[in-house]
């Protein structure tokens, strides 16, 4: 069966980086597209950037510029770099294949606080 994991999240301050991976399994990862997405508390799961078999990455407008998505076929990974992280960036993040309606991570914790 699928399955994701997601690592990388933590603690940082307003201004740093983190680095997330999603490990994939039980599918061929190759073929679908994968994406990050993130929910605050008290808000909606809402997608923060996507990225298709051929490498065609798309980001939210909220992270553009500031965030990377990017996958590894060879390694079955999906990646999201972050820069210049915001308060508003605390949420968890979760990954996803596109087109596997249950198909998500069990969540990595990303807080920016000073």
């Known amino acids: 069966q699928v399955q994701l994991v997601e690592s990388g999240g933590g603690l940082v301050q307003p201004g740093g980086s983190l680095r997330l991976s999603c490990a994939a399994s039980?599918?061929?990862?190759?073929?679908?597209?994968m994406s990050w997405y993130r929910q605050a508390p008290g808000n909606q799961r809402e997608m923060v950037a996507t990225i298709g078999p051929f490498n065609d990455p798309a980001h939210a407008a909220a992270v553009k510029g500031r965030f990377i998505i990017t996958r590894d076929n060879a390694k079955n990974t999906v990646y999201l770099q972050m820069n210049n992280l915001k308060s508003e960036d605390t949420a968890v993040y979760y990954c996803h294949v596109e087109g596997k309606e249950n198909a998500w991570g069990q969540g990595t914790q990303v807080t920016v606080a000073s």
């Open positions: 039980g599918f061929i990862f190759g073929i679908y597209t």
